[in-house]
């Protein structure tokens, strides 16, 4: 295609805009509204698979020493730990730093197990090379002697990827729907300005114009649509996250979790957001005249 050419389409796709006056701002909201939806949605799903990320690669698994065991035999125990291949890293824990723990985490009614009424055991904190591998570590460890038990919150790390993963479905299924109802709107929009250059179209086809002489500026129409479409939600998304993050990410600081950084992820769902309103507004309009043309 000459360069004089597309830009005859271009100027032409811009005038037709202007010209279909309330059919196009009717378009133009429907694109705003689905991709305001989509960018939201983009954006909980991006995030939630973050933090599941942080939490799958944070999974531990405590061994608790048995009362009574001697230094000896926590120094024998570890080194029969450090020796299974899937283990990365081992911490100590004593049963005071537990009980510090508790008293942090529940109150501090809790001070009175302080001293020789600590019921708490000492602990090898023990990571996995592989968040899957924890389970592994937990059935070894527990086989090992001066083990009195063996646990790594599995089934609570399971429940919380099993609900991540219905988010990211459902996420997906609901972003897909929305898309199509917004390439479904701009198809009929660009349709009925069709319909409204019948005549025109016509004219053309008799002295020899090309179908895709003819569709191009119409799904270049589509695209202008799908693109200042897009502009409404970026500037609502964009200030709307760096808003939350400041909140959101004050609540996870002291839990060694965080949201995907403003500075990049924004970048990324902006980006995003510009194609998919330019793709579902050319598809819209490719649907239309393929329609037409054939008639």
Avoid: C
């Avoid at 909201?29 to 690669?57: C, H, R």
């Avoid at 069709?194 to 002489?213: D, H, P, Q, W, Y």
């Avoid at 270049?220 to 939350?244: C, H, K, M, Q, S």
């Amino acid at each position: 295609m000459k360069i004089s050419t597309f830009k005859r389409h271009v100027v032409e796709s811009l005038k037709s805009l202007k010209r279909n006056g309330w059919m196009s701002v009717a378009a133009l909201s429907a694109v705003t509204v689905t991709l305001l939806l989509v960018g939201i949605l983009f954006s909980i799903l991006m995030n939630v698979n973050k933090v599941a990320s942080d939490i799958e690669n944070d999974v531990q698994v405590r061994v608790l020493i048995d009362r009574g065991t001697n230094k000896k035999q926590e120094a024998k125990l570890k080194q029969n730990l450090a020796k299974l291949h899937s283990v990365s890293k081992i911490k100590f824990s004593s049963k005071e730093q537990e009980l510090k723990n508790v008293i942090g985490s529940y109150g501090k009614e809790f001070k009175l197990f302080g001293g020789d009424d600590n019921p708490l055991n000492d602990v090898f904190v023990v990571s996995a090379k592989k968040p899957e591998q924890t389970v592994t570590i937990a059935k070894e460890a527990k086989k090992m002697k001066h083990v009195y038990d063996a646990k790594y919150g599995g089934a609570s790390a399971k429940k919380l990827f099993n609900i991540v993963d219905n988010i990211q479905k459902w996420g997906i299924a609901i972003s897909l729907l929305l898309l199509f109802v917004a390439v479904f709107l701009i198809s009929n929009t660009i349709r009925i300005t069709i319909l409204s250059r019948k005549n025109e179209i016509s004219i053309m086809r008799l002295v020899g114009a090309t179908n895709g002489f003819i569709r191009w500026p119409f799904i270049l129409e589509g695209a202008w649509t799908g693109l200042f479409g897009a502009i409404i939600p970026i500037i609502i998304v964009d200030l709307g996250y760096v808003w939350l993050y400041g909140i959101i990410s004050n609540s996870l600081a002291s839990t060694g979790y965080s949201l995907l950084t403003p500075s990049v992820f924004l970048f990324q769902i902006d980006t995003l957001l510009i194609l998919i309103g330019i793709v579902i507004g050319a598809i819209g309009s490719g649907i239309s005249m393929r329609r037409f043309l054939r008639i």
